[in-house]
């Protein structure tokens, strides 16, 4: 049996889009011939939480943990006692003007924690997984981030021995993350940044990224060949979709919602339609799913057309949110509003995909996502300051909803989360021991 060891920090019950892509890959490796073991924090602090994702965890895998120590629940703590936030990850990341705390609270985030603030668990985890490997004969390590520390203790494990493979996955990107742009970086800091990142980049044995864009940054940077492994969905966890006629036209928007990533475009189009058009405004159901911050909850409490036609629900576990897949009418989707923007291909974009609803998206119209759009046939993304093309998409798909038309879209089998794990395969394979 082929052994692997991969190094995350999310991993059930944590919930979110972080914890899927190595789930799932996890998932696959085990009916492939591969016998991996998980290592994952103990006590990790996440937000996100969703019990129905450890279905997907097969029984054969074994998954370590170490207890960790980070700031992280101190200090949310601090932000609501002092910073008047809610304290939730999406009210603290502001581009805009920010508060006294927020100006403090970044700038020790982004220059005291280097990378993150998961840098404590770097040495006894190194310390603990050495021994491990010895034991298992384990000689091929992933480490998936961010947090970008996993990648540290790939890089301290290869160093005490060189003989291990080790393969560095960016889910996102390190040095030109668009986080690091809010949290006040130091000249210093940014140095520190870009040397440990180059650090992975150059001693880790294969690097994988999950957009092409990136994987064209991450070669710049790095000056090596670096592979792309998309994300993906699970077509077992899309057998059972039964799309519904819905009563209201529905818009679902799944996931984050913060400064970076802003509705707000769409919610002017979508304003601007239901003041010309009262079946639209009569007829339509807005829902964002997932943590959305107070700014822009308080804008849609703030207008009365919009406050009508607006719905915010909790974080949901997967299960759920695949039946509702099948009673929405059209997939909103924000990319993140930065420099970075035209590589994002969330795992939620490839979900939204094998939904078989149509897509609107908002971000940059030059990017990966909409190449992949465009290509299938399911939506386009329109730029920020659009607001007739968004208003224009969406009256076409509200007549369709009318009229009951059905789409027809291209084959979307290569994002499967089993073709992608058939993709790692091959290169753990290459990886010369």
Same mark, same amino acid.
């Given at each position: 049996?082929?052994?692997?060891?991969?190094?995350?920090?999310?991993?059930?019950?944590?919930?979110?889009?972080?914890?899927?892509?190595?789930?799932?890959?996890?998932?696959?490796?085990?009916?492939?011939?591969?016998?991996?073991?998980?290592?994952?924090?103990?006590?990790?602090?996440?937000?996100?939480?969703?019990?129905?994702?450890?279905?997907?965890?097969?029984?054969?895998?074994?998954?370590?943990?170490?207890?960790?120590?980070?700031?992280?629940?101190?200090?949310?703590?601090?932000?609501?006692?002092?910073?008047?936030?809610?304290?939730?990850?999406?009210?603290?990341?502001?581009?805009?003007?920010?508060?006294?705390?927020?100006?403090?609270?970044?700038?020790?985030?982004?220059?005291?924690?280097?990378?993150?603030?998961?840098?404590?668990?770097?040495?006894?985890?190194?310390?603990?997984?050495?021994?491990?490997?010895?034991?298992?004969?384990?000689?091929?390590?992933?480490?998936?981030?961010?947090?970008?520390?996993?990648?540290?203790?790939?890089?301290?494990?290869?160093?005490?021995?060189?003989?291990?493979?080790?393969?560095?996955?960016?889910?996102?990107?390190?040095?030109?993350?668009?986080?690091?742009?809010?949290?006040?970086?130091?000249?210093?800091?940014?140095?520190?940044?870009?040397?440990?990142?180059?650090?992975?980049?150059?001693?880790?044995?294969?690097?994988?990224?999950?957009?092409?864009?990136?994987?064209?940054?991450?070669?710049?940077?790095?000056?090596?060949?670096?592979?792309?492994?998309?994300?993906?969905?699970?077509?077992?966890?899309?057998?059972?979709?039964?799309?519904?006629?819905?009563?209201?036209?529905?818009?679902?928007?799944?996931?984050?919602?913060?400064?970076?990533?802003?509705?707000?475009?769409?919610?002017?189009?979508?304003?601007?339609?239901?003041?010309?058009?009262?079946?639209?405004?009569?007829?339509?159901?807005?829902?964002?799913? @997932? +943590?959305?911050?107070?700014? !822009?909850?308080? *804008?849609? =409490? $703030?207008?009365?057309?919009?406050?009508?036609?607006?719905?915010? /629900?909790?974080?949901?576990?997967?299960?759920?949110?695949?039946?509702?897949?099948?009673?929405?009418?059209?997939?909103?989707?924000?990319?993140?509003?930065?420099?970075?923007?035209? @590589? +994002?291909?969330?795992?939620? !974009?490839?979900? *939204?995909? =094998? $939904?078989?609803?149509?897509?609107?998206?908002?971000?940059?119209? /030059?990017?990966?996502?909409?190449?992949?759009?465009?290509?299938?046939?399911?939506?386009?993304?329109?730029?920020?300051?659009?607001?007739?093309?968004?208003?224009?998409?969406?009256?076409?798909?509200?007549?369709?909803?009318?009229?009951?038309?059905?789409?027809?879209?291209?084959?979307?089998?290569?994002?499967?989360?089993?073709?992608?794990?058939?993709?790692?395969?091959?290169?753990?394979?290459?990886?010369?021991?």
């Amino acid at each position: 049996m082929n052994k692997v060891l991969i190094i995350t920090y999310y991993w059930p019950p944590s919930g979110g889009s972080g914890v899927q892509r190595w789930l799932k890959f996890v998932k696959y490796l085990t009916k492939m011939g591969w016998e991996p073991y998980v290592y994952t924090p103990e006590n990790p602090s996440f937000t996100i939480q969703d019990t129905s994702l450890q279905k997907d965890v097969p029984e054969s895998v074994e998954v370590l943990k170490l207890p960790i120590w980070e700031p992280y629940d101190l200090f949310f703590k601090i932000a609501r006692f002092f910073g008047g936030h809610s304290g939730k990850p999406t009210d603290m990341i502001a581009t805009g003007k920010k508060s006294f705390f927020q100006k403090v609270s970044s700038f020790i985030r982004g220059n005291f924690f280097i990378p993150d603030a998961r840098v404590f668990w770097v040495r006894p985890s190194v310390t603990f997984l050495h021994d491990f490997l010895k034991a298992n004969q384990i000689k091929k390590i992933i480490t998936t981030g961010p947090p970008h520390s996993m990648h540290l203790i790939g890089l301290a494990l290869k160093k005490k021995d060189p003989s291990l493979r080790w393969i560095a996955d960016f889910r996102d990107p390190w040095s030109e993350w668009d986080l690091l742009d809010t949290l006040s970086l130091t000249k210093w800091a940014r140095k520190r940044h870009r040397a440990l990142e180059k650090k992975v980049l150059t001693i880790a044995d294969e690097v994988i990224t999950i957009a092409p864009f990136h994987v064209a940054r991450l070669e710049a940077l790095s000056g090596r060949k670096v592979q792309l492994i998309t994300n993906g969905f699970d077509e077992d966890d899309f057998a059972g979709i039964v799309h519904k006629k819905t009563s209201r036209f529905t818009i679902r928007h799944v996931g984050v919602v913060d400064e970076l990533r802003d509705p707000r475009p769409v919610m002017e189009a979508v304003k601007a339609l239901c003041l010309e058009n009262q079946e639209f405004a009569n007829s339509l159901l807005i829902e964002f799913i @997932g +943590n959305v911050n107070s700014a !822009f909850k308080n *804008y849609v =409490a $703030s207008d009365e057309q919009l406050n009508k036609v607006t719905r915010f /629900v909790d974080q949901i576990p997967h299960t759920e949110l695949l039946k509702l897949y099948g009673e929405t009418d059209l997939q909103l989707l924000v990319l993140a509003h930065t420099a970075i923007a035209p @590589g +994002n291909l969330p795992g939620k !974009f490839f979900e *939204y995909l =094998a $939904s078989g609803n149509p897509i609107l998206a908002i971000g940059p119209t /030059v990017g990966d996502a909409n190449v992949i759009l465009q290509s299938i046939g399911v939506g386009q993304v329109f730029g920020r300051n659009d607001i007739k093309g968004i208003k224009l998409n969406l009256d076409r798909f509200y007549c369709y909803w009318k009229n009951d038309f059905i789409y027809h879209f291209k084959e979307i089998s290569s994002f499967s989360r089993k073709r992608l794990t058939e993709q790692l395969v091959v290169l753990i394979n290459e990886i010369s021991l």
